[in-house]
């Protein structure tokens, strides 16, 4: 299985799963977003918040507001602090030829009775892609 790099990573305040998963085992729920409509004190107790809000009991993260700001001002606070760097992941996986119809047309292909491909001639082609999809 190729999957993540071995840590693990947990928000029980706000992650239902996570939430669940703590409370099942007795584990400290840390609130870090609040409501926008709630003060700092507010705690998530009976279910996790997964909505946006005002971050807390975040060290200098405090009061950046999620996820609008939070995302972008920390990923700067730690490229100051060299800490850490942006990155983006296009997570692109393998996907089938039938799949690129925006690309192109498939090639068309032909079997034999033993069931070998082989491509059919241009001139022999009767169909042509919609404008739409002509480069």
């Known amino acids: 299985m190729d999957y993540g790099f071995g840590a693990v990573f947990g928000c029980p305040a706000h ?3 996570d939430f669940d998963f703590a409370k099942k085992y007795n584990l400290e ?3 870090v977003v609040r ?13 996790a918040y997964p909505g946006p809000g005002v971050l807390i009991n975040s060290d200098f993260l405090n009061g950046l507001t999620a996820p ?4 972008l001002e920390t990923i700067k606070i730690l490229e ?3 800490l850490g760097k942006r990155k983006t ?6 996907w089938g030829i039938s799949r690129q119809r925006y690309w192109g047309l498939p090639n068309p292909n032909a ?6 491909p082989y491509p059919i001639p241009k001139s022999k082609v009767t169909c042509k892609a919609s404008r739409k999809y002509r480069h």
Do not use: A, G, M, W
């Open 15 to 17: 992650d239902q799963r």
């Open 29 to 31: 729920i840390k609130t």
């Open 35 to 47: 409501p926008n409509d709630q003060n700092d004190t507010f705690k998530v107790v009976h279910e």
């Open 68 to 71: 609008e700001k939070s995302v």
């Open 80 to 82: 100051n602090k060299n």
């Open 89 to 94: 992941n296009f997570r692109l996986k393998d």
């Open 111 to 116: 079997y034999d009775e033993n069931d070998n």
